[in-house]
């Protein structure tokens, strides 16, 4: 679908914008370099590290970890879906929360229907943050936002749904009544959760912004729970009303208890990965790297060739086609440290962690292939005009943009199952649209990923996940039915919130 998504973009850029077609071409390459590094060398080395972690058997102890803290299901449900579910999303994305927490939720004794659509629902508000902060990464990269800028003002617009998110997921798993006898664990994990992706979003950078409030969150409920327990324990494993897989639930496995030391060795990898990330993403540190190695590579036949005037922009420029090899500073780098570090801890052999590089290389690539192929259409459309007249068609819905131009994220997502390909399409369309309206363009570049992310769970691809991994194949039709209404209400409000941002005191404060 990518392929051919960039063959059409081609057609367009040279038969209706006049773009010559070795310019198209070179557009292309540039954007499918910008796949391969930073975003596919990031989602290689994440998969490695998981890979390493569920041959050691590590996996397997983090699992039995989770599931043996409370019989609630409710409880596990805000455990697993929302806050490992959450962790899976910053560290790796690409569809491996949904399918982790979907398959241990299955093990729990869970229905198929639930276990895939609540862990559909669950996958929303870490989403924009995902893998390693690849999604707000690219759309910096790509349409020239500033990085930081456009990541506070996410922080600013998600923590309220971070909040909101598992109330709505117990509230759809148990009813309103079973989802209030449980409020104060929910608002531990809601809270715990948002205030920490606020902080980080807004004064580190977007790289860890889900691990550390997934990690902050599953802390604070754990401890919790420890004095504080629901007087009437939920043990139903299916969904409230009319669960048409309920007769497939199963009773749960037997849960392993594990000592100390398994479960330190457990989490140990992710730990070193949190250290090694963060460290990655210090200015500093990513000088340093770059002034040993980062050579650039201006891309001949784009670079400076194109010219945006106005009404596009308000004082004309040419545009720059820089690529920089800056693999030493890359974040991808930094995790494929960690991994190897976490492979010698785990007593693996030096050939076998070859081995299993190799191996996960194999198991990625058609997911490294899409990555190219959509970066090289989000960078052709970006440099042949066409997000700028998208951009210049959208300014016409004039006051109501902010709630629309959000949607549009929504909809990016939907069809292509990413919040980073959503953001590649449409980020250039965004701050065009923006910029005609006077609205902020950080404000609607982020609005672009806020509002993308209620579409993650019902896209074609997190819903083939979600079946496949709880075994429960041809029923995908059930399962996007079932979590339709729950995404396009989730999209709707935060097109409101947007809105609410774009012209109401004292929303309008939080707009940088």
């Not at 250039?428 to 910029?435: I, N």
């Amino acid at each position: 679908a990518a392929g051919l998504g960039l063959l059409a973009a081609v057609i367009v850029a040279v038969f209706a914008y006049g773009m010559p077609l070795g310019m198209a071409g070179t557009a292309a390459l540039y954007g499918g370099f910008t796949g391969l590094l930073p975003i596919g060398w990031i989602v290689l080395n994440i998969i490695f590290l998981q890979q390493l972690a569920e041959q050691n058997g590590s996996f397997k102890v983090l699992q039995d970890s989770l599931s043996g803290i409370t019989e609630d299901r409710r409880l596990q449900l805000l455990l697993i879906a929302f806050c490992f579910g959450a962790f899976f999303e910053g560290a790796a994305g690409f569809g491996t929360p949904v399918a982790v927490t979907a398959g241990i939720l299955i093990g729990l004794g869970f229905s198929p229907l639930a276990a895939s659509g609540l862990s559909l629902i669950a996958n929303t508000a870490p989403v924009a943050f995902g893998a390693l902060g690849t999604p707000v990464i690219t759309l910096a990269k790509v349409h020239g936002y500033d990085l930081m800028e456009v990541t506070s003002m996410i922080g600013r617009q998600l923590p309220l749904f971070s909040l909101m998110v598992p109330f709505w997921l117990i509230w759809a798993f148990a009813g309103r009544k079973a989802m209030m006898e449980i409020w104060p664990a929910i608002l531990v994990t809601g809270l715990s959760f948002a205030i920490p992706q606020y902080l980080v979003s807004n004064f580190i950078g977007p790289e860890l912004v889900d691990i550390i409030a997934a990690i902050v969150s599953m802390v604070s409920l754990v401890l919790f729970l420890r004095v504080w327990q629901p007087k009437k324990i939920w043990t139903s494993p299916t969904l409230k009303g009319n669960d048409v897989s309920a007769h497939e639930a199963k009773p749960p496995a037997p849960i392993v208890v594990h000592d100390r030391a398994a479960l330190i060795r457990a989490w140990t990898p992710w730990v070193i990965l949190s250290v090694f990330v963060f460290v990655w993403g210090l200015p500093p540190v990513k000088l340093w790297l770059n002034s040993i190695f980062a050579p650039a590579f201006p891309m001949d036949g784009l670079h400076h060739m194109i010219e945006k005037v106005p009404p596009v922009v308000t004082t004309p420029h040419k545009e720059s086609a820089i690529y920089v090899l800056n693999l030493l500073s890359a974040t991808g780098t930094g995790i494929l440290l960690s991994a190897i570090i976490s492979a010698l801890i785990m007593k693996y052999k030096p050939l076998e962690i070859a081995q299993t590089f190799f191996r996960t290389f194999w198991l990625v690539r058609y997911s490294l292939i899409t990555i190219v192929l959509m970066l090289a259409l989000g960078t052709l459309t970006r440099y042949s005009g066409t997000d700028t007249t998208l951009g210049l068609a959208f300014a016409n819905s004039g006051v109501f943009y902010p709630f629309f131009g959000t949607l549009m994220g929504w909809i990016g997502v939907a069809m292509t199952g990413s919040d980073t390909a959503s953001n590649v399409l449409f980020g250039g369309m965004q701050r065009v649209a923006a910029e005609q309206l006077g609205l902020s363009p950080n404000l609607m570049g982020a609005a672009n990923s806020s509002g993308g992310v209620m579409g993650k769970m019902i896209d074609a691809q997190s819903i083939v996940v979600a079946s496949t991994a709880t075994r429960w194949f041809d029923h995908e039709g059930d399962i996007l039915r079932y979590v339709f209404f729950h995404s396009i209400a989730l999209a709707c409000l935060v097109g409101l919130f947007v809105s609410m941002q774009a012209y109401v005191f004292p929303f309008t404060l939080m707009v940088i």
